[in-house]
Each structure stands twice: as C-alpha cells, then as structure tokens.
T-cell receptor, first 118, second 116 residues
C-alpha cells in the first residue's frame, strides 16, 4: 500500500483565498483524522471521521474550516477565507479497525501539506 | 481538557549514551500509548506502542508504562546521531461519549539531539 496520500505538499496562497487540502487514507482503514501542527501548539486534532461520518469537529478553529469525507477513499479540508494565522502543516492520518484485545491500532500519517497564507 | 505533557527539550546526549524521554497524561481511562519519531520537515512515524504496565523492548528502544502514575517513557540505548529528531508521545484518549472511538492525542514532543 502507498500509505496515506496528501495533496498538495506545499500551498502558498493569499489571504482571503479558498484553500482545499486533500487526503486519501490507507485502503481498509475506517478512521480518518485531520491534524494541524505548529511550533506553538504542536499537533492539534481538528476533526475525525469514522466510516466516513464526522464524529468530533470540536477542534475546528472556526466556521472558516470545513471537512468532508464523501467516500472511504477521499477526504478534504477546506479553509474559506484563509488567513495568515492558518499557516501551518496540516496532516491527515488514518487508522484501521480495532486490533485484538480491543486496543486501537496506531494512526498512520500522510506526508502533510505545508500551508503558507500571505 | 484531556492532555498529554512532554518536556520540549532539547535533550542533548552524547553518542552511545541512553536517552530518556518522558510523558504524562491526564485521562485515566486511556488504554493504548504510542511513541512517534518526527524528523524535521517530515511526518510522524510510529516506533513503539505499549498497552500493559511494565516494560516493552524492541531493539535499542524500551517503552515503559505506569498507568497508576499516568506516566509513559521511552529509553533509547546506544543513541546514534541518526536518532536526533522530535519524539511525540501519543495517547488514545477515551471518547467523549459511549460508542465513540479512542482519539489519538499528542504531546508537543521532545527534541532529542545526539552529538558525536
């Protein structure tokens, strides 16, 4: 498997523009997570999906952020309008069904999208 | 607020020494614990997981878990310059409601520098 695939790898945009980040999870994984990473705050969970359904979006900073997962193999994170404080690395991660002993398996990360809003 | 705490470092050790990285977490219901390594400009990659109290060894790495103290640690023996990276502690926190999934929650990471 190619792993979690994110696109684009780098995005530079002007303040006020719409930005769409894309993610293809590992085939067979049923949980998908969107994280944002900054020096100041580390890795923050924005939203996660189980079986394509958004479960918890309490980490989404404000209404300018939205995420969708129309099917098991694709998710998007959209920022509209973008602001300079949105500049960060955005990671998508996926996780498979529970392993034995009812313990969750680990999350696998994509390569990330480095977003710069000027 | 469920939290995972790590010392940001940097932790500097000489080549060949033991590096000790520590992590505490707030959620007593947490069941599974992970250590990720992240090189600069790269994505986090899993190096160890642990579910039960005690020690778990994998090559030069040993993870230690103490659920009563809500404490997880990672020991790296015979540290190499290639181990220089940020180490992220991750804890699967209990879901906010019954039937939900355990949520991978990360500390801010400890920067490790191994100097020759």
């Amino acid at each position: 498997d190619a792993g979690v695939i994110q696109s684009p790898r780098h995005e530079v945009t002007e303040m006020g523009q719409e930005v769409t980040l894309r993610c293809k999870p590992i085939s067979g994984h049923n949980s998908l997570f969107w994280y944002r990473q900054t020096m100041m705050r580390g890795l923050e969970l924005l939203i996660y999906f189980n079986n394509n359904v958004p479960i918890d979006d309490s980490g989404m900073p404000e209404d300018r952020f939205s995420a969708k997962m129309p099917n098991a193999s694709f998710s998007t994170l959209k920022i509209q309008p973008s602001e300079p404080r949105d500049s960060a690395v955005y990671f998508c991660a996926s996780r498979g069904p529970r392993a034995q002993q009812l313990m969750n398996t680990e999350a696998f990360f994509g390569q990330g999208t480095r977003l710069t809003v000027v | 607020q469920k939290e995972v705490e790590q010392n940001s470092g940097p932790l500097s050790v000489p080549e060949g020494a033991i590096a000790s990285l520590n992590c505490t977490y707030s959620d007593r219901g947490s069941q599974s614990f992970f250590w990720y390594r992240q090189y600069s400009g790269k994505s986090p990659e899993l190096i160890m997981f642990i579910y039960s109290n005690g020690d778990k060894e994998d090559g030069r790495f040993t993870a230690q878990l103490n659920k009563a103290s809500q404490y997880v640690s990672l020991l790296i023996r015979d540290s190499q310059p290639s181990d220089s990276a940020t180490y992220l502690c991750a804890v699967n926190m209990t879901p906010p409601r019954a039937g939900g999934s355990y949520i991978p929650t990360f500390g801010r990471g400890t920067s490790l520098i191994v100097h020759p």
